[in-house]
Every structure is written in structure tokens, then in C-alpha cells.
């Protein structure tokens, strides 16, 4: 089977995963999650995608990004590559790869489906039962929506923003939609959607290698 075509639709957001190859842990100490931070800002700006939430996990990556063009999300994730894997290669005297393949990614269409989506990502590390509570995780976005901790990577999307008319305000709703249960349908379809790049709705769409 061949690979699946990437997609493109302008001004709207995707959700995207990238894994260690083969389960295998992809930040060993936290000056790693900083290193690979302090890229993904770097590479966000000038590749021209912008980055709404995140969450870093040992072994894999959680991002819910817009990119500008058929080739900002493409390019973000191959410069991703190429400096973080370099990095941690040399750092941790290894070779080879350290990605477990191509990333996936599943566009985001619908609003209900986006703030759904923002939620599963930042609570990534509740659900694996790392931490009970979000604001204990240090490596998500997390801290910026639900706390107020500033992070200049941070590209507010406007449905976030018509959480409340200040920051206070939209830090306390989203506190309390992220302290609400995600049913198991909605669960499932965001797995699904993850797996295999299913596109809600039916936008028009371009196709790119």
C-alpha cells in the first residue's frame, strides 16, 4: 500500500503526532524537552505554522498546529528532524533513526471538534496517569491556557480566545473544561482520526506529496 497523500486546507488546524521508532523513549532528561522546545519555537516561526497546544511525552510528541501553506507542516516536522534528532543522537552517543516513521496528522474541522482536540492533547499526560492533575505536568501547553504561565510559542486561536474576555477569564473556563470527563465516543474518534488521517467534514482540499 502506498503512502497517504498529505493533505492541505488553508486556515484550518491539524492535529499531529510523531513517535519514537519502535516505543523508544525520545527525551531522556528534562534539558531535553527544553532543547526540543526551544526548536519547535524556532522552526514554528520560520516555516510559518502556528502552534496552539502541545504536549511532549517520553516517547512521543502531541501538537494541534495551523500551518500557512501546503509546505509549512511538512517543513516544520522534517527541520524537527533534522536538529532535534541530531542533538540527541550526539548527546546520547546513538545513530540511526529516532522517529518511528513519517508523523501523523488528522485535520481539525469542526469547533466542537477543535476545543475537543486541545483538551485531549493537553491532558495527554493525565490519561497516561503520569500526573492526576494537568498543572502538574510540566512539558504541555497546559501551564500557558490553564495557569497563565506565558509562552511566546503560543499562538492563541480564536476559539480559544472566545473562552472569555481576559485572560483570567479564559484560564478559569478552560480549567473547568478540562476538569470535565471526555466521553469514550469522542475519545475514540480522535484515535481514529489520529491512526488514519480522517478528515472531518467535507472541506475542499488540495493534495500535496
Known amino acids: 500500500m502506498g503512502r497517504r497523500r498529505r493533505l492541505f486546507v488553508e486556515g ?24 526540543f522546545l526551544a526548536i519547535l519555537a524556532t522552526e514554528s516561526g520560520r516555516c510559518g505554522v502556528g502552534i496552539h497546544a502541545y504536549a511532549m511525552m517520553r516517547n512521543h510528541v502531541h501538537l494541534l498546529a495551523t500551518p500557512e ?12 528532524g533534522r536538529s532535534y534528532v541530531l542533538f540527541f543522537n550526539d548527546r546520547y552517543e546513538r545513530t540511526g533513526a529516532l522517529w518511528g516513521g513519517r508523523y501523523k496528522d488528522a485535520l481539525v474541522h469542526d469547533e466542537r471538534y477543535w476545543l475537543t482536540c486541545m483538551r485531549y492533547v493537553e491532558l495527554n499526560p493525565v490519561r497516561a496517569r503520569i500526573v492526576k492533575h494537568a498543572a502538574q505536568y510540566r512539558w504541555s501547553s497546559y501551564w500557558h491556557h490553564g495557569l497563565g504561565h506565558p509562552d511566546s510559542m ?15 477569564l ?16 469522542e475519545l475514540n474518534s480522535l484515535r481514529s482520526g489520529i491512526k488514519r488521517g480522517i478528515v472531518l467534514g467535507e472541506p475542499t482540499v488540495t493534495e500535496v506529496s
Open 154 to 168: 503560543i499562538t492563541e486561536h480564536p476559539l480559544y480566545l472566545s473562552l472569555g474576555a481576559s485572560p483570567d
Open 12 to 35: 484550518f488546524s491539524w492535529h499531529v503526532t510523531q513517535r519514537g521508532v519502535n516505543g523508544a523513549v525520545i527525551f531522556k532528561a528534562p534539558s531535553d524537552y527544553r532543547v
Open 170 to 185: 479564559r484560564q478559569r473556563a478552560w480549567r473547568e473544561m478540562c476538569g470535565q470527563h471526555v466521553s469514550d465516543a
Open 69 to 80: 501553506s501546503q509546505t509549512s507542516l511538512p517543513s516544520l516536522m522534517q527541520a524537527l
